[in-house]
């Protein structure tokens, strides 16, 4: 009687090497790429960000999806790429107030423990990016911006750092756009990125300024790795500029100075690439100067409201496709109506007041009279 044959045990030490697969036929670096372009985190349009957040914005408007379908095809592939989706996904760091952040967000300590355990398993693996989201006034005062740049096992290929709108110095009062340089000097990137970038971002209206900021960080900041190389940004590829079009409601806040169409702003982004310089490391510390905006300024538009909560427009009854113009006049016609109508009450308080008054007067005098007339009665009855 025949009898089944016994399976060893799963191991992964060793897999069967499918010489037959052309896939196990290109070089491991070519695999890699394929791998990373499979195993990437990609929006799941099912999980849709709040669209008025501030942190919404291209590719941040939903939660990211990683498919690893591909890790189930058979044992080698498994082997060969299971720390991938991690690795190879764009991980995202706020240095931001709580209202300026996901409710969801990666930690130094949750990633330095990804890190540990794929580096005990795997050994040292470079790749993948890091986007890191800060408020000016926590940037400037940071030395390895947040931790990040001070993990162990951490070797990304491209960092970029995003400064939005909302994060630049007194943006809700209209100051001009500047950026301090010390904290700059002071940071030392890991000695894997081959690329570093800053995303400084306003308004349409604010074009210039961030035309003149971008400039200003190319010529004349430097950055430097962790081994010495200097970053520098140099060459045409290394200021470009984007534009995207989101909500002008913020944190419950509709900003319709800033409007440039009903309950939308247009955005305009100057992005500035540094890579390691090929000339010899430098020694002695890195000098980055403060790079402001000193020029005129366009004018901002002149209305009676710089911002309005959603809540109190919709008390007003102002429609949300409204202009700028349209919704401050609406809001402040209702509020003049309001004002009105408490005025009118608080008069007929008063007057209603006036009248108490003078009803309690005529019947103390009443009370007078009669117990005058009760004392000449008295008076006649002892006579």
């Known amino acids: 009687m025949e009898t089944e044959p016994t399976l060893a045990p799963a191991t992964f030490t060793d897999s069967n090497p499918q010489t037959q697969c052309p896939l196990f036929s290109l070089p491991p670096e070519i695999r890699y790429e394929i791998f990373a372009c499979a195993l990437s985190s990609a929006p799941d349009t099912t999980q849709p960000i709040d669209q008025d957040a501030y942190c919404t914005r291209p590719g941040y408007e939903t939660i990211s999806h990683t498919y690893?379908?591909?890790?189930?095809?058979?044992?080698?592939?498994?082997?060969?790429?299971?720390?991938?989706?991690?690795?190879c996904s764009e991980h995202s760091f706020y240095m931001a107030w709580r209202q300026r952040s996901p409710k969801r967000v990666m930690s130094v300590p949750r990633m330095q423990?990804?890190?540990d355990f794929i580096h005990a398993r795997h050994g040292e693996v470079q790749g993948g990016s890091v986007r890191?989201?800060?408020?000016l006034w926590a940037l400037q005062g940071t030395k390895d911006c947040g931790g990040v740049f001070s993990m162990r096992n951490f070797h990304p290929k491209t960092v970029t750092i995003t400064i939005r709108?909302?994060?630049t110095w007194e943006w809700e009062y209209n100051k001009a756009l500047y950026m301090e340089g010390a904290w700059?000097?002071?940071?030392?990137?890991?000695?894997?990125?081959?690329?570093?970038?800053?995303?400084?971002e306003s308004i349409e209206r604010r074009k210039d300024e961030v035309d003149h900021i971008a400039r200003e960080l190319a010529e004349k900041w430097r950055f430097r790795r962790s081994d010495g190389v200097d970053m520098v940004a140099s060459g045409e590829d290394c200021i470009s500029f984007s534009r995207w079009t989101g909500s002008s409601t913020l944190g419950g806040q509709r900003w319709l100075r800033d409007e440039t169409r009903p309950g939308q702003l247009d955005y305009y982004v100057g992005t500035v690439t540094w890579r390691p310089s090929k000339e010899p490391p430098?020694?002695?510390p890195l000098s980055n100067p403060r790079v402001q905006v000193t020029s005129?300024?366009?004018?901002?538009?002149?209305?009676?409201y710089t911002s309005v909560s959603t809540d109190r427009l919709r008390?007003?009854?102002?429609?949300?496709?409204?202009?700028?113009?349209?919704?401050?006049?609406?809001?402040?016609?209702?509020?003049?109506?309001?004002?009105?109508?408490?005025?009118?009450?608080m008069s007929d308080d008063v007057d209603s007041d006036d009248d108490e008054g003078s009803d309690e007067g005529s019947d103390e005098e009443s009370e007078e009279e009669s117990e005058e007339e009760s004392d000449e009665d008295d008076e006649s009855e002892e006579d």
């Open 113 to 115: 423990a990804c890190l």
């Open 165 to 167: 709108y909302t994060d």
């Open 296 to 304: 005129d300024r366009p004018a901002v538009k002149s209305l009676r």
């Open 132 to 135: 890191i989201f800060p408020q």
């Open 315 to 345: 008390n007003a009854g102002v429609p949300e496709d409204c202009n700028a113009e349209e919704a401050a006049q609406l809001l402040y016609e209702f509020d003049r109506q309001v004002q009105s109508s408490d005025d009118e009450d």
């Open 184 to 200: 700059a000097g002071r940071v030392r990137l890991p000695a894997s990125v081959t690329k570093f970038k800053i995303d400084f």
């Open 68 to 87: 690893t379908e591909l890790l189930r095809t058979c044992k080698r592939i498994y082997m060969e790429a299971w720390f991938m989706p991690f690795l």
């Open 282 to 284: 430098t020694n002695g």
